[in-house]
Each structure stands twice: as C-alpha cells, then as structure tokens.
C-alpha cells in the first residue's frame, strides 16, 4: 500500500505517516518489504513438513545442523522446536520426485541428525504473513 493510502487508513497527513513508518523501519519494528510469489505459478506447489530429530542436543551440533540447513535453497523455514522434535522445516517442490531429490542431496546429508519424518501438505487452509497487531 502507499503512502498515500495508509495516511488515509490511519488518518494522518501524509508527511506525518511518512514520518511514523521511517521511526518504525528505524527502531526495527518493520524489519523487511517482499513481494509473496504464489508456488503453484513457479512450479513448487508441494509444500512438505519435515521433522527432526538430533542424535544430541550439544550446542555444536544445534550449530553444525542450522549452519548446514539455511544453505538449503528449497527450506522455507526452519524452527527449533520444543516437543518430540528438534526441528520442523517447512519445504517447497515441484513434486514428491523433486521432493526425493532434496532429500538425497540436502536433508540426508545434514549433521547430527538420527530421525526424519516428513509430512505432505494436501492443501492450505489458511496462510498469511501479516502478525495480529
């Protein structure tokens, strides 16, 4: 939205808005601007839910395995998780035969890792970036 446009939303003068949005990109509240690409019109509509789990929790693994995983171009997110797993990784492929190929040469490869469970998802139900303030 411009500029413009949320001075409107938000009822203040566009120089005032402005002003506000610089204080906020400053003190770090907004932290970044992206365009949202839908996958299913790059070819990557096959979102997987992967879990893992560590054969230990010493800090050098938990740092060899996160170093490792952010090098991996097709994982979206990956989450240190409280639970049965370590981590969950949210991952995007063309297909479950793209999907194996990201598992032989990326996930299988991954440092300290003694379980994988990946999960399917069948459709989204509901998605949004924008964080409930």
């Given at each position: 939205m411009s500029n413009a446009e949320l001075s409107e939303v938000v009822h203040l003068s566009p120089s005032?808005?402005?002003?506000?949005?610089q204080r906020l990109e400053k003190e770090g509240y907004i932290r970044d601007y992206v365009a949202l690409l839908d996958p299913r019109k790059l070819d990557m509509p096959t979102t997987v839910f992967v879990e893992i789990t560590l054969q230990a929790q010493a800090?050098?693994?938990?740092?060899a395995f996160e170093k490792s995983v952010s090098r991996i171009p097709d994982v979206l997110e990956c989450h240190l998780m409280a639970g049965t797993a370590d981590?969950?990784?949210k991952i995007v492929a063309e297909n479950t035969e793209d999907f194996a190929r990201i598992h032989r040469q990326h996930l299988a490869r991954l440092?300290?890792?003694a379980q994988m469970q990946s999960s399917f998802a069948l459709r989204t139900v509901c998605k949004t970036t924008a964080l409930p303030v």
């Open positions: 005032a808005c402005h002003r506000r949005v800090e050098e693994v938990l740092e981590y969950l990784l440092p300290g890792v």
